[in-house]
């Protein structure tokens, strides 16, 4: 069986007395996509939020490679191989795109390693090379996803947390961004791909959780749970 990579046990996290995630747990294995969705509110971004060290938890663990990373910041998993696309993209506005993917390597000083994944992040998002020297904060919602996404693979993961990486985008450029989802997953950086689109999230996925008000309701084969009148009721709009 492959190792378990992240690991979320009895997570629970509260917001101002108000308890967003009610002890969820999870796990992820070396070479997985798997997909955690569920509707808006449900508590998907605050778990990830959890994982990646931005968000205080108030029980429970998070392992990552067998080990607990329960209070450790971004920075800290960043250089472990645990990278996140955020939701809502959080490039750095007033920096060039150059700029924005050289801070996803700031972990590394393998110069010449660095520039030949610039130049696959380049091939991956052509748009991004035609307008390298461009600010960020200048693109659109697309480009600013791609720019995400490019930066968080500088950093050469081994996890790539993805949250709502469709979410406000035109329907060309959500299919290029699950295409290269699933390049990504394809040359072997194991994805955790939270996604209100479930139908694309599942359709992609090898595992899914189903997550509501805060608790984790249903897992299993992800291409299974597209055909569950369950979860095709409630969430593929049947």
């Known amino acids: 069986m492959a190792q378990t990579l992240l690991k979320v046990k009895g997570l629970k996290v509260a ?12 796990e992820v294995h070396e070479g997985e996509l798997v997909s955690l969705i569920g509707s808006n ?25 067998g080990k607990s990373i329960r209070g450790q910041g971004p920075w800290d998993l960043v250089k472990q191989g645990l990278a996140m696309v ?29 520039a030949t994944d610039m130049e696959k992040v380049f091939t991956i998002f052509p748009r991004l090379r035609e307008r390298k020297d461009q600010l960020a904060g200048t693109m659109s919602g697309g480009e600013q996803q791609m720019l995400a996404m490019g930066r968080a693979l500088m950093s050469r993961p081994k996890v790539l947390l993805m949250d709502e990486p469709s979410m406000g985008l035109s329907p060309i450029m959500v299919d290029k961004i699950f295409e290269v989802v699933r390049d990504v997953y394809a040359q072997g950086v194991t994805v955790l791909l939270v996604e209100q689109n479930a139908s694309r999230a599942l359709a992609l996925a090898n595992r899914a959780y ?19 009148p369950k979860v095709r009721a409630a969430y593929l709009g049947e």
């Open 15 to 26: 917001y101002g007395g108000i308890q967003a995630v009610k002890g969820v747990d999870f």
């Open 41 to 65: 509110g449900a508590g998907k971004t605050t778990t990830m939020k959890a994982i990646t060290g931005t968000l205080a938890i108030s029980a429970g663990d998070i392992e990552y490679l």
């Open 86 to 114: 955020p939701e809502g993209r959080g490039v750095f506005t007033r920096m060039t795109i150059t700029e924005n993917l050289q801070m996803g390597a700031y972990i590394r000083r393998d110069k010449p390693e660095i």
């Open 210 to 228: 189903v997550m509501e008000s805060g608790e984790i309701t249903m897992s299993g084969d992800a291409k299974e749970m597209l055909t569950d």
